[in-house]
């Protein structure tokens, strides 16, 4: 599913329960700087709890069991009054499941913790979720990219694309939170939610037993948040909003004297003070600060480094830490390298897949194909494209992408054409989709299942 579907399908589902006035109207207030104190009434409404059971059956983890093993099939009640009274009943004295730990290995070999709690306790997350969500979204900065509604990772490779290209900022502070999920100051971040104006005490004491649900095989967290929690991605933001607004005050949204109708004109004023140009992009714990010349970005580098120890006690990785000069080297981020390269008197943006997301791409292909080889159902196909489909849709705003995506097919076509040797049909059906992306190109088509598979 399409982020744009997601959020067609989040927009019927509101309007169904008629929930999309209370989330409205509960954003406006956070707008005018309201003091929320009695958010658990909207949380334990009837309306609000069938949404969030219907959000969570939509969900594809729904299926993950958590320490009980049990996932939205065994979570089925009769009716909804029995389902609005087990919500009211857990939440009335509430005590957390135990979370589920499950080590992700990632590319360079170590592993990343991830905690699932139980399904009956992601449906609590999810009633207090819908409520948060609007009242925070009025108080993040405008660009803050990472886990939001009608923002993604193409919205934050664009403001990295326009600030090199049009506002010609060269110099960019690569910025890595050394194991942010799991160093999160749970009064800290308890803190920032009173200083958005969620003043619910009974909902703050739920949220700070959330935080300290114990971890099987762990015990009781003193700080962190689970990653794999529904509540850890809105979490995480309220913990870093601190941060973008205390970079974002000292150029980009200065108050200047006069209001000035266009930005230019602003900017054109702060160019007369003595402040330091830079501006922040950011997407969860990855962020990148782009500045004019090296000194500003040395001074934001080292600030920022001592910012996040002192008012939040977070250290930076310093390897993946650094200051990139953009017409030199390529900088990373979410997957792509980023680059300014000469055209005529101009410069213009030079973008390709990172080295490690390549790899990634092709060891996640060659599994699927291994598994094909295995056991081919026409299924297994679908996801096979499906997955082939999903890699070009986000890579593709990358400039220079074909020329990754040819050496990335040199490799995984040899693997396709051997390993579905005999599994391969003469002819078979081509997808609409299919058609749309490959029906121009003249090369051989390998069916599997009947089925077209993509390359």
């Not at 927009?11 to 309201?34: A, G, M, P, V």
């Not at 055209?343 to 973008?351: F, R």
């Not at 599994?367 to 996801?383: E, F, G, P, S, W």
Request: net charge positive.
């Amino acid at each position: 599913m399409t982020s744009l579907m997601r959020k067609k399908q989040k927009l019927r589902n509101n309007e169904y329960y008629d929930t999309q006035h209370i989330f409205d109207d509960l954003y406006q207030k956070s707008k005018n700087n309201y003091k929320f104190k009695c958010l658990m009434q909207i949380i334990t409404d009837k309306q609000n709890i069938e949404l969030a059971y219907r959000n969570i059956k939509k969900s594809t983890g729904s299926k993950t069991g958590g320490v009980n093993n049990k996932s939205i099939e065994d979570l089925k009640i009769e009716n909804n009054y029995d389902l609005v009274e087990y919500v009211n009943k857990r939440l009335s004295n509430y005590s957390p499941h135990k979370v589920r730990r499950v080590e992700i290995p990632k590319p360079n070999g170590k592993t990343r913790p991830l905690g699932i709690p139980t399904i009956e306790d992601r449906l609590l997350q999810q009633c207090i979720l819908q409520v948060l969500e609007p009242i925070c979204e009025a108080k993040f900065h405008k660009h803050n990219y990472g886990f939001r509604p009608n923002r993604g990772t193409h919205h934050a490779l664009a403001r990295c694309h326009y600030f090199i290209h049009r506002t010609k900022l060269y110099y960019a502070v690569d910025i890595d939170i050394k194991g942010f999920f799991d160093n999160v100051n749970h009064g800290k971040l308890l803190k920032q939610m009173w200083s958005l104006g969620i003043r619910d005490k009974k909902l703050i004491c739920i949220i700070s037993k959330m935080l300290k649900a114990p971890i099987a095989g762990v015990g009781i967290p003193s700080k962190g948040t689970p990653q794999g929690g529904i509540l850890s991605p809105l979490l995480s933001n309220i913990v870093l909003n601190e941060l973008d607004w205390w970079l974002s005050n000292q150029w980009e949204s200065f108050e200047t004297k006069r209001n000035y109708a266009f930005d230019s004109g602003k900017v054109g004023a702060l160019k007369k003070t003595k402040l330091k140009e830079f501006y922040l992009v950011r997407y969860a714990d990855d962020f990148k600060i782009f500045c004019r010349n090296y000194n500003t970005a040395r001074k934001i580098f080292i600030a920022t480094k001592m910012w996040l120890k002192d008012r939040l006690s977070l250290e930076i990785s310093e390897e993946k830490s650094k200051i990139v000069n953009l017409r030199k080297n390529y900088s990373e981020f979410l997957g792509i390298r980023i680059k300014a390269r000469d055209k005529g008197k101009n410069k213009v943006v030079k973008s390709r897949i990172s080295d490690k997301a390549k790899i990634k791409i092709i060891t996640t292909l060659k599994a699927k194909l291994t598994k094909l080889q295995k056991n081919a159902k026409r299924n297994d196909v679908v996801t096979y494209n499906a997955t082939v489909l999903g890699m070009h849709n986000y890579y593709k705003v990358a400039t220079h992408v074909s020329l990754d995506f040819i050496k990335i097919a040199h490799i995984l076509n040899q693997s396709l054409y051997n390993r579905t040797r005999n599994i391969r049909n003469k002819n078979g059906l081509k997808s609409k989709t299919y058609e749309y992306f490959y029906g121009h190109y003249n090369f051989k088509v390998i069916y599997i299942h009947k089925t077209a598979s993509f390359q």
